[in-house]
């Protein structure tokens, strides 16, 4: 597996401002994702990173609100635009490992607990 | 798109005792469906999974079987222990796509 880092590990915000999330990996990965984890609840995928381009947004999640970064094949960052209460969650990145044949197996940063008042 | 559904939502156990939880998905396209286990206040970690070419991984005290033509995976653990207590997160994906999880499973074991 990999070491997968995730800065901060919790924040309290103010509405209307913005928080960047990072997650850094300790080897090259092919893929890395973004998910949100609402408390008591599952994981929604936010997005898919992609190096180099633009990331993939899944069904009710823009680029606007969440504009993602992937630089390099070790480094992303999420950043949650003009929060809202609502935006009060879990923020976990994800990394896929290269696995036997054509399934990869993916692993969980820490998570970062944002809190929005 | 792929949806995935698990149950039951909460299980108790005793110390020792054997628990199952399931899981159904809906596009028969999935090949991958791993398994997480996530203590409160932690990442979900990988536990155990399994792909669509068998029909059953053993690893120690917990198993995973799938049942391609039902569309349907579950998680056995066995001589379950306190430690075991955690939320079970199931998921499937197809090839190198996204994973969908299912709704999640609170297993408390009773010493």
């Known amino acids: 597996s990999a070491v997968i880092s995730q800065k901060p590990s919790r924040d309290i915000c103010q509405r209307g401002t913005s928080l960047t999330i990072q997650c850094q990996v300790d080897?090259?990965?092919?893929?890395m994702f973004w998910y949100r984890q609402q408390p008591g609840q599952s994981l929604t995928l936010i997005a898919t990173?992609?190096?180099?381009?633009?990331?993939?947004?899944e069904s009710g999640f823009v680029i606007d609100k969440f504009p993602i970064s992937r630089p390099n094949l070790t480094f992303s960052t999420l950043t949650v635009s003009n929060m809202s209460p609502e935006d009060s969650s879990i923020y976990l990145c994800?990394?896929?490992?290269?696995?036997?044949?054509?399934?990869?197996?993916?692993?969980f940063g820490p998570g970062t607990r944002l809190t929005v008042l | 798109g792929e949806n995935v559904e698990q149950h039951p939502s909460t299980l108790s156990v005793q110390e020792g005792d054997s628990a199952v939880i399931k899981c159904t998905y809906s596009?028969?396209?999935?090949?991958?469906f791993p398994w997480y286990k996530q203590e409160l206040g932690k990442r979900p970690q990988l536990i155990i999974d399994?792909?669509?070419?068998?029909g059953e991984k053993k690893d120690q005290r917990i198993a995973v079987t799938l049942n391609k033509t039902a569309k349907h995976f579950s998680l056995h653990i066995t001589e379950t222990q306190p430690e075991d207590s955690a939320v079970y997160f199931c998921?499937?994906?197809?090839?190198?796509?996204?994973?969908?999880f299912g709704t999640g499973t609170r297993l408390q074991v009773f010493p």
């Open positions: 994800s990394v896929e490992l290269a696995g036997v044949g054509t399934y990869n197996e993916q692993f």
């Open positions: 080897s090259q990965v092919t893929m």
């Open positions: 990173a992609n190096q180099g381009s633009e990331a993939t947004y």
């Open positions: 596009d028969s396209a999935s090949n991958y």
């Open positions: 399994i792909r669509s070419n068998v």
């Open positions: 998921a499937a994906s197809r090839d190198t796509d996204k994973l969908i």
